[in-house]
């Protein structure tokens, strides 16, 4: 047959990720493919989860400090928020915001996002809701008139950003809008090691599921082959880093495709699915001024677990 026959597709984004993190001598797969409709489930169902204390605390500290933080932003200001998958916290801080000019929630999954808009406007009929759909790590703009946004990072979600990579994007965060925006980024702290494998090895296995998961969903939305049952969920403390990571371990030796490339693992090969990286408060404040913002508060709850960083630019 024709030589046309045998040339291979041309790669989609996600297929060329995929491949790059499979190619690497410490596999790696992007960490941002967990978050399909079943996976977004399953997240939610480990914020619920005893040991996993981060979204329980943020949710306290916004409790308390909303009305604060609310009369410091003041009046008519927009909120922008990359990811929107936080429901409740931002349930809260619409309702806090005096007069919000509108909100703008980005996300990858336009699906997923048409319909937490629709829910939105059903909770909120009077709010200017503006859904854009967009990967926040890529450059985007900004609707027009979207001028000095609130924009609103919770769930530790820079976490899963390496430092070098966090500064980067909270430096592209810094021009949004055309710059001179404030910024509430809520970020897990360090703390005792005990608390912190807890909250990635729950006793339930819901953390589990939602690690596999990303090999299904690659399966799907990737053409790889990956056998769910060939692999088990670790999670440990990573001291040099000061990040828990998440490993897919291979239970045997077994040969994986993505998108007509092979890839050979060894019997007990880790590929590592997530950093979650761990905080202090001065790291973020240096964090911070290295992507020109400047701190203006920091709310913590009483274990000082979990903070959230009111920063101005
Ligand atoms: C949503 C990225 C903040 O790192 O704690 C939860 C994701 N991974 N359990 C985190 C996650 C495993 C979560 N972030």
Redesign the pocket.
Known sequence: MTAAKHQPLPLTPMQTEVLGGLSRGDKHLP?KY?YDAAGARL?ER?CELPE?Y?TRTELAILRTHLPTISKQLGPMRWLVEPGSGSGLKTRLLLEALDQPAGYVPIDISDAQLKAYAQDLRQGFPHLNVRPLSADFTADLQLPEGVKKPVIWFP???L??FRPADAQAFLRRLSRWGGGAGELLLGV?LVKPVEVLEA??NDTAGV?AR??LNLLRHLNHAAGCDFDLSQFRHE?RWNPQIGA?Q?FLISLGEQTVHVAGHAFALASQEAICT?Y?HKYTPTQVEQLAHASGWSLRNMYSDPKNWFGVFHLEC
Do not use: Q
């Open positions: 960490s967990f997240f480990i996993y981060p769930g530790s979600t976490g899963n897990d909250a990635y953390t939602f690690n999670a828990i998440m997530e979650s």
